[in-house]
């Protein structure tokens, strides 16, 4: 039941389960990379309007509710492989997802 | 006062309804359109010196409120396509040769018939404000969802639905680079820009539909191709007032596309003239030139704030802030009028751009800004 609730809400974003896992949570409406940023997770980024591509991410498992067409940015093979953009995503489901972070939450630098 | 934050951004709204009662009431009032245009540049100018920030609630959260502004922004889309209507219905009196009188309908006094000097004050009318009309088709183009398509169907009312795609994956990425043709660099004139703004933005938005058409393995002669299908959207105009007007209403129409294209680019033009950007530095406020006196604010729907929405090109308008980026000091009516005079703009523009090599530029940014002084260009 509370998890019936918590499923409109906001989803929950593994980053990096293989290596250094960080835990983050996304209100519904916001995107992955708004959550990242406001969490202090260092997600890189450069427009956050979807044109550069910087912000680029691959997704394991989950679904993501995409708020742009990616072929714009991204190439066939990326799109197949599962790349999506951080900017653009938002969480449909909860999601395990790998990016090159730049710095993480309580890092010193 | 979050009511009064809210209310605040009617004034285009209300404005263009004025404008469309005016055109329909006939007689001198098709001019109001004009009238408050000229309005509003005098008070724009009585206001320069007050700016003000955004204001917040004690949480910080901005007290717009998002479900009203998309209702008045999508409420836009049909406020634009009745002005075309109304100016259309005029132009059909006109080549008809109704006879002038007065007239009721549904118990609204109107004049029936118009004259071809009240023809020109309607079509003038209906040319500034849906060329102000850009400020929502900008504001939507941000939004990915069904925002980015009423955007796109707004600024087809003026021929540019390629303004939607060219704003956010080249003017937003390339901004201050030669690459990005919505950056006016020193030198160049409002009238020039508008040409080459123009053009260079509908090439972008044609390149970019054929890369991603040539990456799907499509040809571009598709309804796939947005560059073709928002060119298509504009169709409806066309034929609306060749119907109503024939080569008259042709020519009604170039008008109104014509100046609200030329309102477009000058706020292009107004929002990063000779700022420049070294290629691999990314964006930052410094990138802009801010109009944010009280006035220019409200009825822009704060898109003087450039600086901030360049840095955070997500953000929604009414939390958009002051972040210190470069200010012109002016509101953009008031700039608007110098930009209509080269050289008066050049003067006035001078002095900030001596002031932007000096404390906001980059070492890589002073040397190309001195490579447009070694041609003889200051500003």
């Not at chain 2, 409200?298 to 840095?311: A, K, L, P, S, T």
Request: charge should be neutral; charged fraction near 20%.
């Amino acid at each position: 039941m509370l998890n019936f609730f918590r499923k409109n809400k906001e989803q929950v974003a593994e980053i990096n389960t293989d290596t250094e896992p960080v835990i983050l949570t996304v209100e519904k409406g916001k995107t992955l990379l708004n959550a990242a940023l406001r969490s202090g997770i260092g997600w890189p980024h450069k427009c956050k309007v979807g044109s550069c591509g910087t912000c680029k991410c691959l997704i394991l498992s989950g679904q993501i509710k995409p708020q742009i067409d990616f072929s714009y940015v991204l190439s066939p093979k990326d799109i197949a492989d599962g790349y999506v953009l951080a900017c653009q995503s938002e969480l449909k489901s909860d999601i395990k997802v790998d990016v090159k972070l730049i710095k993480k939450l309580g890092d010193k630098k | 006062m979050k009511l009064f934050v809210n209310a605040r951004y009617l004034i285009v709204p209300i404005s263009s309804l004025v404008t469309i009662y005016g055109i329909f009431a006939g007689g001198i009032y098709t001019w109001i359109g004009v009238f408050l245009f000229g309005t509003y540049t005098i008070i724009d100018t009585l206001t320069k010196n007050i700016h003000l920030r955004a204001e917040k609630d004690q949480n910080g959260d901005s007290f717009g409120i998002k479900e009203f502004q998309y209702v008045v922004m999508y409420f836009m889309l049909p406020v634009f396509i009745l002005l075309q209507i109304v100016l259309a219905w005029r132009l059909f009196q006109f080549t008809s040769g109704v006879i002038i009188e007065p007239s009721v309908l549904s118990g609204i006094n109107f004049q029936s018939g118009i004259t071809l000097t009240n023809l020109v004050g309607a079509t003038l009318s209906t040319a500034l404000w849906a060329g102000l009309g850009i400020i929502y088709g900008h504001e939507l183009s941000h939004n990915k969802k069904e925002g980015f398509f009423v955007s796109r169907l707004i600024m087809a009312l003026s021929g540019a639905s390629h303004f939607t795609y060219a704003h956010v994956y080249n003017h937003h990425l390339d901004l201050g680079h030669e690459d990005d043709p919505a950056t006016a660099p020193r030198g160049r004139n409002v009238y020039t820009h508008t040409w080459l703004s123009h053009a260079g933005q509908s090439k972008f938005s044609y390149d970019l539909e054929q890369e991603k058409l040539a990456n799907q393995g499509k040809s571009i002669f598709s309804f796939d191709n947005k560059w073709i299908v928002g060119y298509l959207y504009s169709l409806p105009s066309v034929f609306l007032f060749i119907w109503s007007g024939g080569a008259l209403g042709l020519l009604a129409l170039i008008s109104v596309w014509s100046v609200s294209n030329f309102l477009l680019e000058a706020l292009n033009f107004m929002g990063h003239y000779g700022l420049i950007r070294s290629p691999e530095k990314p964006v930052e406020h410094r990138h802009s030139w801010d109009n944010d006196n009280v006035f220019t604010s409200w009825f822009f729907i704060e898109i003087g704030r450039q600086g901030d929405h360049h840095v955070r090109g997500e953000t929604y308008f009414w939390e958009l802030d002051d972040v210190g980026a470069p200010n012109y000091g002016i509101g953009y009516f008031s700039l608007f009028v110098l930009t209509l005079i080269p050289s008066l703009f050049r003067r006035f523009v001078r002095t900030l751009l001596d002031d932007w090599d000096k404390n906001h530029a980059t070492e890589q940014e002073v040397a190309i800004a001195n490579k447009f002084k070694e041609l003889g260009i200051r500003s």
